[in-house]
């Protein structure tokens, strides 16, 4: 498959804004709830129902410690979501979802994007739906965020459903995690090419296989267009 090899470098000269690269973990009574069954018929119900409000669509009531969705992703579907949080750090493996950006609520905007993630503290997750169908994206260990240079940590990863989950970890060629500045943002790089790419209106994006990941085009083609995208900090 041919690789287009250039395309606009990321701006450098952006002041950086700050925000904290720790995670918080979550608290161990949100699995004790999830496997409460309550003690009577009225207080069972109730439970379900609160459960009901908060578990993904095909995450049933008797899977524990899964994670819990502030509201549904118009993008995954409840088993994928099941699937992907298996490859976060185990500190995260239960923790839970608040959607903080989506195109679909926010418009097609990367200045409000990092908007919505100012203040945070803790680990993001960014899911792509095109306008092909394919569903892809990245996770980091940090809020997404304007920089001068590189950041993140070995944790962040590429994925892909295309249609079966593939994830793509990080390869210890280079540290080039994420970048950002006003005009675009990326995930991995090398040889300047990137991973995963998106232009500031959140649109037009690109993918190529870089040394961060060694990972496959993430799209069915290097050039893609977004139709749904989705920004979860993760706590």
């Not at 207080?43 to 459960?51: M, P, Q, R, T, Y």
């Not at 995930?187 to 870089?210: A, K, P, V």
């Amino acid at each position: 498959m041919l690789r287009a090899m250039h395309y606009s470098p990321l701006v450098n000269h952006l002041n950086e804004a700050p925000v904290s690269e720790e995670s918080s973990d979550e608290d161990d009574k949100e699995c004790e709830t999830c496997r409460s069954t309550g003690a009577n018929e009225s207080s069972s119900n109730s439970d379900l129902s609160a459960e009901n409000t908060c578990r993904p669509p095909g995450i049933n009531n008797e899977d524990s410690c899964e994670p819990i969705l502030s509201e549904e992703s118009k993008v995954l579907l409840g088993e994928q979501i099941k699937q992907i949080s298996m490859h976060f750090p185990p500190r995260l493996t239960a923790c839970t979802w608040t959607l903080e950006y989506s195109t679909m609520k926010h418009g097609t905007s990367l200045r409000t994007l990092y908007r919505s993630m100012q203040g945070l503290d803790c680990s993001t997750f960014i899911v792509i739906k095109d306008t092909d169908g394919q569903v892809f994206g990245a996770f980091c260990s940090s809020p997404l965020r304007v920089s001068d240079c590189f950041y993140g940590t070995g944790e962040t990863f590429l994925f892909s459903f295309s249609p079966e989950l593939q994830v793509f970890k990080w390869t210890s060629e280079n540290s080039f995690f994420v970048k950002g500045n006003l005009d675009s943002f990326a995930f991995g790089g090398g040889r300047g090419i990137f991973g995963l790419w998106l232009d500031g209106d959140l649109y037009h994006g690109r993918s190529h296989t870089c040394d961060t990941f060694n990972n496959d085009i993430l799209s069915k083609t290097e050039d893609f267009f977004v139709h749904v995208m989705e920004a979860w900090a993760l706590k």
